[in-house]
């Protein structure tokens, strides 16, 4: 990867919609010199897809997120843990971790009493000790 390729990952993350000739007005090459570099850059893997970003919002109405930690007993695989909290539809997206935690899990629900339901699952999971939970005020970056 060069940096006109670095800098077509840039465009197309703030519109994925821009057209070849946009794109190329950008970074000074011909729409089917960029074409062939997003091509190129799809069938190695480094584009993984074309995706639409929705704002929960304007979807779903005023709700309430939060990132929760989750601390297990012993010790429990990627896998089990990505099993379990696929199972949760409220999970928005959840990653293992260093420090004292295991994993974090973002969280959003239509409202308080979802989000509790939905706390609650998480920690009845069977190697779920306990959690910690920070109820997001407002969102301040999103890419």
């Excluded at 260093?98 to 409202?111: K, Q, W």
Aim: with cysteine.
């Amino acid at each position: 990867m060069d940096t006109t390729d670095r800098r077509l990952l840039d465009l197309l993350r703030i519109d994925g919609r821009a057209g070849w000739s946009e794109l190329g007005d950008r970074v000074g090459l011909s729409a089917s010199a960029v074409r062939r570099r997003v091509d190129r850059l799809t069938a190695r893997g480094v584009i993984t897809g074309f995706t639409v970003q929705v704002d929960p919002e304007a979807e779903q109405g005023p709700g309430v997120e939060a990132y929760v930690e989750l601390f297990c007993r012993g010790t429990v695989a990627p896998g089990e843990l990505q099993r379990m909290l696929s199972a949760v539809p409220e999970v928005v997206t959840a990653g293992t971790i260093t420090g004292e935690a295991d994993a974090i899990v973002h969280l959003r629900s239509r409202d308080v009493r979802s989000l509790e339901d939905a706390l609650e699952r998480l920690r009845m999971a069977p190697n779920v000790d306990h959690t910690r939970s920070a109820v997001v005020l407002s969102r301040l970056v999103t890419r």
